[in-house]
Every structure is written in C-alpha cells, then in structure tokens.
C-alpha cells in the first residue's frame, strides 16, 4: 500500500486531488481511497487531504501519518508546515514552485527524493487560472509511476466536462512530460 499527503491551502482543490488519485489508482488497476481532513478549513488557510493506492483491498480508515509521497500544491506552506511529518525515508514530496528541489533540501528536514515543478505557471499557460491541483497530478504521475498519465488525464475529463477538462487534461500531459523528462 502507498499513502499519500497533500498539503494545500483552503480553496486550492487539495480534496479533488485526492480523490483524482483515488480514480486514477484504480483504472490504472490499483484499489484507492481519498479523502480530506476536515476542521477549521476557509479559504487560504493550510488544509491536507490524502490518498491510498494498493494493490489489495484496504480497510484502514484513518489519515495518513507516515505516507510514501508527499504533495504540495503551495511551497509557502514549507516555512509554516512540517511536511515532511511521518514521511518515509525513500519517499518522494512533489512541490509546486519555480525554487530547486535543492532549495527545498536545505529547508525539508527528510531523506526523501524532492521534486519541484512550477504547476502555477503551467496552470496560468494552459488552463488561464492558477488553480494547480490537476497540474500537480502529472507530476505525481510521472514522479512516482503509481498510475499512468492516461488514467489521470481521463479521470480529469471525467470530473470536468468540456473545454474545462481538455484544458486541464492538456496541463496534466504537460506537467508529466516535464517532470519525466527532468527525471532523465
């Protein structure tokens, strides 16, 4: 079983994220789960949502607290939150920012693979709003090979119709290539 943090501000769509990855997990043939942790949310305050893909039928249902892959959809939220809680020592965090993955070594105290890609740029270009939570996913995609690009740019088109979900699907297929080819 993989767990799967996200770390996001209240309004960024951290709780789609998570359940894309669910969705995407299982037609890439895995079971998933997704789901949010709820409390004082609002708008622009730190939220986490989090995801499980396994191979096998889950029946845990808690949070996650030692998770395999860490995402963070606003890297300010590095100087405020530990996100690096719990994570596994081969684990790999994803975080949205123009900054290295080098950067973030000096401020993420973990043995883990960092991975940057600029998915609010990217998000601007191709979808015209800096909304970054399905850019994001082509990067997991690609960083972690837990599911295939194909599932994560149909499970977006399933959840966004028309115009909107092409668009985003667009900015998964070019987030993934980014992050593969940066991965050679």
Known sequence: MKEIRIHGRGGQGSVTAADLISISGFASGKYGQGFPAFGVERRGAPVQAFARLSDKPMRVRYQVYEPDYVMVLDS??????????????????IINSKESAEHFSKKIDAKAKIVTV??????LDITGVPIVNTVMLGAFAAATGEMTVESVEDAVKKRFAGEVGEKNAAAVRATYNFVKEGMK
Request: hydrophobic share 55%.
């Open 118 to 123: 600029d998915a609010t740029q990217a998000a």
């Open 76 to 93: 300010t939220l590095v100087d405020v939150v530990n996100v690096a809680a719990g994570l596994k020592d081969n684990g790999i965090i």
